[in-house]
């Protein structure tokens, strides 16, 4: 095994250039497993990658810095690059991260920018769409929710696989599109064919934005009915940050044992003014089911209502602080105006790039982040985010 082949596959496996002394070694080993273990060559390769790929340098991203120290410092070029990589394309870096790295081009703020708008730009970057957008607003679990498909027959895989494209599809606007995250929650929705039964009974100008989307509903419903309070706390939580914990003590009934009795739930609201009555209930439900009850014209899967099962109409209406609304139209604006909005995915954006929570120092450096960002396009979010100190520099620990 030449030293060539072996820096060549040392780059790759351990997303760095091999240092002489690694080389050193790794040739002697394949020598001995020639000679010593009396192994063919191709035996004594797989032994040699089989020692590289079983490394901590390839099961860890370790990251040393410039000087080779394990404390806070500026990341070196490949450091850098494998941070984008796995930040883009959840995966290794390319020939053309590599030459930047080699060439010490990833340590200005125009090079990390240009390197983000070709790596949005492979088709790679689906796996920033499925993997951050996917755990943030949790679209990739869709694979596995449960829908009743008695209760609701249009449910089948093909319209679960075409929400998840027409979700990604969503999101993609907000990248390598123009569209500014500030039209989040109204921007119009991409067309799908398997979706049109859908989307057959909406009124005009009823559904737009994210919070209409049918992976969203869908993932926020309960697999025989829709569930307000998962659909308010999934608002909250990934689009404002917001936390949620629930009481300390209290055991939270199942909504249909609300008002002493049990059985099917057919209309929402009634049963959560049930529920709402108890003083352990009041205080969450207080905040949450006037946004979730503002989604109550689509049901479990996404398709526009008027009445429940029962026939009892639907009834969207709500407060929510001084502003009245008759559903989740009337809402959104008031929604928008919350700072939180363009505040939240800085913080999302900043904490699955870094692998780890804000802490200290960071809060300030996000309030930069979002601040120079301004509710721009996700790609912006992104070179806001890979140009800072935080991404920049080594993590106490030096691993990810």
Not at 70 to 88: D, K, M, Q, T, V
Not at 107 to 112: I, R, V
Not at 176 to 196: M, V
């Amino acid at each position: 095994m030449s030293p060539e082949h072996l820096e060549r596959f040392g780059l790759r496996a351990f997303r760095r250039p091999l240092e002489a002394a690694e080389v050193d070694r790794y040739a002697a080993q394949y020598e001995d497993a020639r000679t010593t273990l009396e192994m063919s060559p191709v035996e004594a390769v797989q032994h040699v990658v089989r020692t590289l790929l079983t490394s901590p340098n390839f099961l860890l991203r370790i990251e040393l810095g410039p000087d080779s120290k394990r404390s806070p410092g500026a990341l070196n070029g490949h450091e850098i690059a494998s941070r984008l990589s796995y930040l883009l394309w959840s995966s290794l870096p390319d020939e053309a991260l590599f030459d930047a790295a080699e060439r010490d081009e990833l340590a200005t703020e125009d090079e990390l920018g240009q390197q983000v708008d070709r790596m949005l730009d492979d088709p790679k970057s689906a796996a920033f769409f499925q993997n951050f957008f996917g755990q943030w607003l949790g679209t990739r679990t869709l694979p596995s929710h449960s829908v009743d498909a008695a209760l609701f027959p249009g449910w089948n895989d093909e319209v679960k696989g075409a929400m998840i494209d027409q979700a990604n599809a969503f999101f993609t606007g907000f990248t390598t599109g123009e569209r500014p995250w500030s039209e989040f929650l109204t921007a119009p929705h991409p067309e799908s064919a398997p979706l049109a039964p859908l989307y057959a009974n909406d009124p005009e100008g009823g559904r737009r934005g994210f919070l209409t989307l049918p992976a969203f509903l869908t993932l926020s419903s309960r697999a025989e009915r829709t569930s307000p309070t998962s659909r308010a706390k999934t608002i909250l939580a990934q689009l404002y940050c917001a936390d949620l914990a629930p009481p300390a003590g209290v055991d939270i009934p199942e909504l249909e044992a609300a008002g002493g009795d049990s059985g099917p739930v057919d209309n929402v609201r009634e049963k959560l003014e049930k529920h709402r009555a108890s003083p352990d209930c009041a205080g969450c439900h207080n905040l949450l089911d006037p946004i979730g009850l503002s989604l109550e014209n689509f049901d479990a899967i996404g398709a526009y209502r008027t009445e429940y099962p029962n026939g009892d109409a639907v009834d969207a209406t709500g407060k929510y602080g001084d502003a009245e609304f008759q559903d989740i139209t009337g809402l959104i604006p008031e929604l928008q105006k919350d700072p939180q909005l363009g505040l939240c995915p800085s913080e999302q954006l900043f904490t699955y790039a870094l692998r780890r929570r804000p802490v200290g120092d960071d809060r300030g450096a996000l309030q930069e982040i979002a601040a120079r960002w301004g509710s721009g396009t996700i790609a912006e979010l992104v070179k806001q985010v890979v140009t800072s100190d935080a991404f920049r520099r080594a993590a106490k620990g030096g691993a990810q």
